[in-house]
């Protein structure tokens, strides 16, 4: 198991690996030994959505590995969602599917 840590020099991102004893940019690094990227996600996303991710019953690892993809499936089927039983994470769903439909913002009176 490798044991990496990244950081930000005035060079750019660089790349400690302390298995293989050294130190690299991040994209020589990625080019040395072949890494390729094949997902990313936002820290901020996830947190914010947590509470949906609660509600469903989803593991860590399944929340953040297909979390765009939930909450995309959850704005295509309103229907299937609005039929959940009303509690805190319901609602909470329930006001993002309105919050997103919405054409017009609602104005004070």
Partial sequence: MQ???MYESK????????????K???ENYYSLVNFHEIA?????LVLKDIDVM???DLGVKAGVLF????MRDMMRNQEIFSTIPTSTYTTKIQEKIESTSEKEPKRRK
């Fill in 3 to 5: 044991q990496l840590e």
């Fill in 67 to 70: 979390h765009d993809e939930i």
């Fill in 40 to 44: 990313s996600f936002l820290g901020e």
């Fill in 54 to 56: 609660v509600y469903l």
């Fill in 24 to 26: 690299m940019s991040k």
């Fill in 11 to 22: 060079f750019g991102p660089m790349i400690l690996d302390y298995t293989m004893n050294i």
